[in-house]
């Protein structure tokens, strides 16, 4: 699977940004689906995370109620919407497949990885 990150941007504090991966390669539909950032100086860290089929998903505290994760298969796509940005958002967001069932927050499950789109929110 080869993932490609896009979306964005730098956008003021309060606004919203939508970020799209794209998958190529085997079938995306049997992929757990990720997203994770990584600020400056510091460690990757989860964001949120869909199921194959779309109908489980999680969130790190930090964007859960803010954040929203969706997918559609048919166009081999996962969605990072981001609504009511903050300026600790700032970050590189990368998206991330698994080859499996469950939603894991951890980084190693993570069996392929995209390259990465900056997210700048500026206060």
């Known amino acids: 699977v080869q993932l490609q990150a896009s979306g964005g941007g730098l956008v003021q504090a309060g606004g919203s940004l939508r970020l799209s991966c794209a998958a190529s390669?085997?079938?995306?539909?049997?992929?757990?689906m990720a997203w994770f950032r990584q600020a400056p100086g510091k460690e990757r860290e989860f964001a949120a995370a869909?199921?194959?089929?779309?109908?489980?998903?999680d969130y790190a505290d930090s964007v859960k109620g803010r954040f929203t994760i969706s997918r559609d298969n048919t166009k081999n796509t996962v969605y990072l919407q981001m609504n009511s940005l903050k300026p600790e958002d700032t970050a590189v967001y990368y998206c991330?497949?698994?080859?499996?069932?469950?939603?894991?927050?951890?980084?190693?499950?993570?069996?392929?990885w995209g390259q990465g789109t900056l997210v700048t929110v500026s206060s």
């Open positions: 869909i199921s194959s089929s779309g109908g489980s998903t």
């Open positions: 390669g085997r079938t995306f539909s049997i992929y757990t």
């Open positions: 991330a497949a698994n080859y499996g069932s469950r939603l894991y927050r951890g980084t190693g499950p993570y069996d392929y």
